[in-house]
T-cell receptor, first 118, second 112 residues
């Protein structure tokens, strides 16, 4: 149980393009999902908390207009990197857990999306 | 600010060896500590620890938490090459259990 699916797994695109990444909880509902970014040989850094039916909460230093998050249903959150530039190239990972934000369940991660901006 | 520190940062062993990975933490409102294994893709869940002194075990992997001394260890016995990975320790913080603060990770390399 507790499977999180992320799509696509790899994207290469030109500078200036917007890229949408999907995160789905396959066998459970999640009112909250999380988006992380990971640089090579570094640990995961939380970018934002995606809340179903309301605005996302962004971590300090993360541009909300650059990284648009939509959580339209209890099983789907999307991250759109708008007008992507080479410095946005990274490994983006989402996570979710069954239940709601205050339930002490472990987070399960999607397989990640490797984004390369040329 | 919540803080998680792992040691060692990297470890190279031979198959059959036993390894111990360390994780110390500082968190304002402790709820749990989680261990993950990361290979080429995203982290996969290993253990969630909430109580001191109770060992969690899965095959050759085991983990224990000490809430008084604020640390946890992850043991791997009879290591295999498939155990080579980055092992991440994380604690949830803030008002949401899902908002994880990660340690730097321990890179484990197991040679045949």
């Amino acid at each position: 149980g507790a499977v999180v699916s992320q799509h696509p797994s790899w994207v290469i695109c030109k500078s200036g393009t917007s890229v949408k990444i999907e995160c789905r909880s396959l066998d459970f509902q999640a009112t909250t999902m999380f988006w992380y970014r990971q640089f090579p040989k570094k640990s995961l850094m939380l970018m934002a908390t995606s809340n179903e039916g309301s605005k996302a909460t962004y971590e300090q230093g993360v541009e909300k207009d650059k990284f648009l998050i939509n959580h339209a249903s209890l099983t789907l959150s999307t991250l759109t990197v708008t007008s992507a530039h080479p410095e946005d190239s990274s490994f983006y990972i989402c996570s979710a857990a069954p239940g709601w934000a205050y339930s002490n369940q472990p987070q399960h991660f999607g397989d990640g999306t490797r984004l390369s901006i040329l | 600010e919540d803080k998680v520190v792992q040691s060692p940062l990297s470890l190279v062993v031979h198959e059959g060896d036993t390894v111990t990975l360390n994780c110390s933490y500082e968190v304002t409102n402790f709820r749990s500590l989680l261990w993950y294994k990361q290979e080429k893709k995203a982290p996969t869940f290993l253990f969630m620890l909430t109580s001191s002194g109770i060992e969690k075990k899965s095959g050759r992997l085991s983990s224990i938490l000490d809430k008084k001394e604020l640390f946890s260890i992850l043991n791997i016995t009879a290591t295999q090459t498939g155990d080579s990975a980055v092992y991440l320790c994380a604690v949830p913080g803030g008002t949401s259990y899902g908002k994880l603060t990660f340690g730097q990770g321990t890179i484990l390399t197991v040679h045949p």
